[in-house]
C-alpha cells in the first residue's frame, strides 16, 4: 500500500512537471483551493495554464532544471521520461516524487467519501453523471472527471470534503494508489496490453482495487459482464449489482428509445419500480451507465424524481458523442471510442438516430492496441456506409513498423467493401465535404486528434 501523508510530511509547495494535463491541471486547481503552494512546467502554453496562472500557480513553459527551485513535493505525469530536467533535479536534491496516481490518492485520504469509477469503458459519462446529480441536489462534491463537463464549466469543481468523485483508471495499476469508500465497475475487457499481460492480469488488478474498499463500504458491479461476475463473488465490502434483468438489484423494463437516439425506461430495484428515467445521451451503453450512476446516488440518498430532474441537465461530456454541428441537414458528431467494444456500441446507438448515409472517420488509437485487437476492429465497422481510416495515433508509443492503419483496412474490407485508407485530414474534410448528402451523418472516432477533422468540417460545411 502507498505510504504518504501530505500534512504529517509538512508539505506547502508542489510543483508539477506537465501541469498543462486535463488530470495535472485538475489536481493542481484542487491543491490551490486547499491553500497550497502550486507550481509547474509544461511545453506549451495554453488556455489551462493561463487559468492556473490567474488562480495563483506560477507557471513555466518548457522544461528546465531551475524551475526546481524549493517545492516540498514533485508530482509527474507518466508521459514524463527519466531524463527529463526537472525530475532529474528533484532526484538530485532529493526532494519527495510521485506520481499523479500517487498525487491523487493522497488527495482522497482528505474526504469522507472517495467515489472511484472504473472499468475498460464508461468511465468518463458515469463519473459526469454522478456529479451532475450529487452537484444539482446541492451536495456540493469535489469533482475530477476526466473530459469537458458543461454543467461544471471544464473538468474539475472543488466543493466540500464530503465527496470527492473521479475516474479510476486500470493502466499500469494506477487505481490502485487510490482510496475509495465507494467503487464502481462498469466492465472488465482486454485493453492496455501494452501493459497489462492477459485478461487475467486486468482481472486480478481489479480484484485489487476492489480490496482497497473498507468493509463498510460499497462496491456496485455491472452483474450482466462475465468477467466483473468471475470477480465480486467473494467480496469483504457491502455490494450492489445492476444490470439486464432482475438478476440484479438495479435494472430497467420498457426501454425506448426516440428520435435522437436518447433512452427512456423503468427502473426497477429488486422488483420495485422505482420510477421513469428519461436520458439525453444517446445509447443502450449510456442507459447502463446512467443505472450505475443512480445506484451510486440513490445510495446516497438522493429520490429517484431529483436523480431524474438532475439528469435531464446532463448532455454528455465533449467527445463523447458530442454533436459538432448540424449543416444543411449533413450532422457532425466526435465519440472518444477508440476500443472495438467502444465503437460497436456507439454505433448502435446511431442505429437509433433518423440518418440516411452514415460516414465514420476512425483513428486508431496506440499501435499496440491495434495488433492486439485486430480483429476485433475488422469486425465493429459493420452497418457503415463510408468508413475512412487515418493513420495510427501513437500516443506514448513508437513505431516499430509492425502494424499500420493499411493493415486494417484490408482486414475489414473481407466484411465491408466500403472502407479506404486516408493519410492527410484536409484531404478526409475535402472528400466527406464533397460527397455528403443531406441527411447524413458524419462521425469521427478515436482518443487522439481526429476530432480535428470534424471541426474543420463543420467549418467548411458552414462555408
Given amino acids: 500500500m ?9 508539505i506547502n509547495h508542489i510543483h508539477f ?10 489536481l493542481a486547481q484542487i491543491l490551490i483551493n486547499f491553500d497550497y503552494k502550486v507550481s509547474g512546467s509544461d511545453m506549451n ?8 496562472s490567474s488562480q495563483g500557480a506560477t507557471i513555466h513553459i518548457g522544461h528546465n532544471k531551475n524551475n526546481i527551485s524549493s517545492p516540498d513535493l514533485v508530482v ?24 499523479r496516481a500517487e498525487m491523487l490518492g493522497l488527495l482522497m485520504k482528505k474526504f469522507k467519501n472517495n467515489i472511484a469509477v472504473a472499468g475498460t469503458h464508461g468511465k468518463t459519462t458515469t463519473t459526469s453523471m454522478i456529479s451532475v446529480i450529487l452537484d444539482y441536489n446541492k451536495y456540493s462534491p469535489t469533482i475530477l472527471v476526466g473530459g469537458q463537463l458543461d454543467n461544471i464549466g471544464g473538468n474539475v469543481k472543488v466543493g466540500s470534503r464530503d465527496y470527492f468523485i473521479t475516474e479510476a483508471c486500470e493502466y499500469v495499476g494506477s487505481f490502485l494508489k487510490f482510496f475509495p469508500t465507494v467503487g464502481i465497475i462498469l466492465n472488465i475487457e482486454e485493453d492496455h496490453l501494452d501493459y497489462f499481460k492477459d485478461l487475467n492480469h486486468i482481472k486480478n488488478t481489479f480484484r485489487e482495487f476492489i ?14 459482464d462475465p468477467n466483473v461476475q468471475n470477480i465480486i463473488d467473494h467480496v469483504n465490502c457491502n455490494l450492489i449489482t445492476y444490470g439486464q434483468d432482475n438478476n440484479s438489484d438495479y435494472y430497467p423494463i420498457n426501454i425506448s428509445f426516440n428520435d435522437l437516439g436518447y433512452p ?55 467527445r463523447r458523442f458530442d454533436l459538432l454541428g448540424n449543416i444543411n441537414n449533413i450532422r457532425v458528431v466526435d465519440d472518444y471510442a477508440h476500443h472495438p467494444t467502444e465503437i460497436e456500441a456507439t454505433l448502435k446507438a446511431v442505429s437509433n438516430i433518423d440518418h440516411s448515409n ?21 469486425e465493429a465497422f459493420d452497418g457503415v456506409d463510408n468508413l475512412i481510416i487515418t493513420d495510427i495515433y501513437a500516443a506514448r508509443e513508437k513505431d516499430t513498423g509492425q502494424i499500420h492503419s493499411k493493415d486494417l483496412v484490408e482486414k475489414i474490407k473481407m466484411r465491408n467493401d466500403k472502407v479506404t485508407y486516408m493519410k492527410e485530414f484536409d484531404s478526409i474534410v475535402d472528400y466527406i465535404y464533397e460527397n455528403a448528402k443531406p441527411n447524413d451523418l458524419v462521425i469521427t472516432m478515436g482518443a487522439g486528434n481526429v476530432n480535428r477533422i470534424g471541426e474543420k468540417l463543420v467549418n467548411k460545411l458552414k462555408g
Fill in 2 to 10: 502507498f505510504d504518504f501523508d501530505l500534512d504529517k510530511h509538512s
Fill in 358 to 378: 452514415l460516414w465514420c472517420v476512425f483513428q486508431p488509437h496506440t499501435f499496440t492496441r491495434t495488433i492486439s485487437l485486430l480483429d476485433e476492429f475488422s
Fill in 76 to 99: 509527474y505525469t507518466a508521459a514524463v521520461k527519466e531524463t527529463n530536467p526537472e525530475l532529474m533535479e528533484a532526484r538530485t536534491k532529493q526532494i519527495p516524487i510521485l506520481s
Fill in 211 to 224: 480490496d482497497l474498499i473498507p468493509n463498510d463500504g460499497l462496491l456496485i458491479a455491472y452483474g450482466d
Fill in 17 to 26: 512537471i506537465g501541469i498543462g494535463g486535463i488530470s495535472m491541471s485538475a
Fill in 45 to 52: 502554453d495554453s488556455e489551462i495554464t493561463k487559468k492556473l
Fill in 264 to 318: 427512456s425506461f423503468n427502473l426497477y430495484k429488486k422488483d420495485k419500480l422505482l420510477g421513469k428515467i428519461n436520458l439525453r445521451v444517446p445509447g443502450e451503453h449510456n442507459l447502463y451507465n446512467s443505472i450505475a450512476s443512480i445506484a451510486c446516488c440513490h445510495h446516497f440518498g438522493i429520490d429517484i424524481d431529483h436523480i431524474n430532474e438532475a439528469l435531464n441537465t446532463f448532455g454528455g461530456t465533449h
